[in-house]
């Protein structure tokens, strides 16, 4: 009769927890949304498709028309507008005291799909 063991095999706790994980589902956004987050303290941050429209502005001008919010990146600087910073290659900016007109009290983070506007910008209606 043969010693029929089967030799012990050794696997990482990644390996293990990947075969005995059930298969996460993850929801894809729309390849052309333009996707913004703004966080609690009020940085708005660009998603991959709106990160590609900005390009490499280095100003955004922030804007209200009625209920409506309206981000104009450009070249140039102004009075009123304020600069683009970068974050592992996608831009962001700072927008906590334009966004407490609209009601944003940084309670909880905001996921927002814009609509686009003119050739860098973005619109949408914050619903804090």
């Given at each position: 009769m043969k010693n029929t063991k089967k030799a012990a095999t050794t696997q990482?706790?990644?390996?293990?927890?990947?075969?005995?994980?059930p298969a996460a589902k993850t929801l894809k956004a729309d390849a052309g949304a333009l996707e913004i987050h703004i966080n609690k303290t009020g940085r708005i941050c660009f998603g991959k498709t709106a990160a590609a429209r900005i390009g490499n502005l280095g100003f955004m001008t922030l804007a209200a028309d009625g209920k409506e919010v309206k981000l104009i990146a450009s070249a140039k600087s102004s009075d009123d507008a304020v600069e683009i910073r970068r974050a592992g290659k996608r831009p962001y900016v700072s927008g906590a005291r334009f966004l407490k007109a609209f009601g944003f009290d940084g309670k909880k983070a905001l996921d927002i799909t814009a609509a686009p506007l003119n050739?860098?910008?973005?619109?949408f209606r914050l619903a804090a």
């Amino acid at each position: 009769m043969k010693n029929t063991k089967k030799a012990a095999t050794t696997q990482t706790p990644k390996a293990i927890a990947k075969k005995t994980a059930p298969a996460a589902k993850t929801l894809k956004a729309d390849a052309g949304a333009l996707e913004i987050h703004i966080n609690k303290t009020g940085r708005i941050c660009f998603g991959k498709t709106a990160a590609a429209r900005i390009g490499n502005l280095g100003f955004m001008t922030l804007a209200a028309d009625g209920k409506e919010v309206k981000l104009i990146a450009s070249a140039k600087s102004s009075d009123d507008a304020v600069e683009i910073r970068r974050a592992g290659k996608r831009p962001y900016v700072s927008g906590a005291r334009f966004l407490k007109a609209f009601g944003f009290d940084g309670k909880k983070a905001l996921d927002i799909t814009a609509a686009p506007l003119n050739g860098t910008g973005f619109r949408f209606r914050l619903a804090a």
